[in-house]
């Protein structure tokens, strides 16, 4: 019933136009970091790599310091961000310099979430700084790599049984299962409230557990 799969962090299309066609790339089996060395939006980096004699801005991605994460080169089109491994990679930059700055939680976060997504899509998919691959400092000393690759999305946290409620709200959840108002979403045992997978929230506890107090259940 629950929808597990990650559908990914939203990404802004900021509409960027290519000078030359792009070409479609053939194999996806690397993910390179990359920082910015920098600050700037999404369209002084297009313009920047134009300038160059590009097709555009050459990463795939691009997380902003405020965690806003913008679209470049469509995810099918070969990069130009790391010599000798576009054709089988993504590149995805954050902005800023992580040579001499530490990287705010927010735009942690957003690539933490951006990296996740990707290496969800794509099974097996190898993740390496720039620096790895080729004579860098990109992506930076300070560049948070392992924090990025072990992000995991929040969970809200979900009380599967009415033993896992916490006992303040208990009484009420008890109530509106014995009458029949909250049922399980499995019940092995119908006559056993304790095995009812409930899976409730938070949320719906305290909304139910301040009608209770109101004389309403
Ligand atoms: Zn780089």
Same mark, same amino acid.
């Given at each position: ?8 962090? =939203?990404?802004?299309?900021?509409? *960027? ?5 792009? =070409?479609?790339?053939? @194999?996806?089996?690397?993910?390179? /970091? ?23 801005? =050459? ?6 310091? +405020?965690?806003?994460? &913008?679209?470049? @080169? ?15 990679? /993504?590149?995805? !930059? ?9 990287? +705010?939680?927010?735009? *942690? ?21 720039? @620096? ?5 400092? !990109? ?11 072990? &992000? ?7 009380? =599967? ?6 006992? &303040? &709200? ?11 108002? /909250? ?9 056993? *409230? ?10 719906? !506890?305290?909304?139910?557990?301040? /009608? +209770? ?5």
């Amino acid at each position: 019933m629950s929808e597990n799969q990650s559908k990914g962090p =939203a990404v802004i299309d900021a509409g *960027l136009k290519w000078a030359h066609g792009l =070409a479609e790339r053939q @194999r996806t089996e690397l993910l390179v /970091l990359h920082h910015a060395a920098g600050n700037g939006s999404v369209e002084a980096i297009h313009r920047e790599h134009l300038d160059r004699g590009w097709s555009g801005i =050459a990463y795939h991605y691009y997380v902003r310091k +405020d965690g806003a994460i &913008y679209r470049g @080169r469509p995810e099918w089109a070969t990069g130009g961000h790391t010599l000798g491994e576009n054709w089988r990679s /993504l590149g995805v !930059c954050f902005e800023g310099n992580f040579e001499i700055e530490e990287m +705010d939680p927010e735009q *942690l976060k957003s690539g933490g979430e951006l990296v996740a997504d990707i290496r969800a899509r794509y099974p097996g998919i190898e993740v390496k700084r720039h @620096r790895e691959l080729g004579v860098t400092a !990109c992506p930076g000393e300070n560049f948070p790599f392992d924090e990025i690759l072990e &992000y995991e999305e929040e969970q809200p946290v979900v009380y =599967a049984k009415l033993g896992d409620v916490p006992e &303040y &709200y208990r009484p009420t959840i008890r109530k509106l299962m014995e009458q029949k108002a /909250l049922v399980g979403v499995v019940d092995p045992d119908p006559n056993s *409230l304790d095995d009812n997978v409930i899976n409730v929230d938070e949320i719906y !506890c305290r909304v139910m557990t301040t /009608l +209770d107090r109101m004389g309403k259940i």
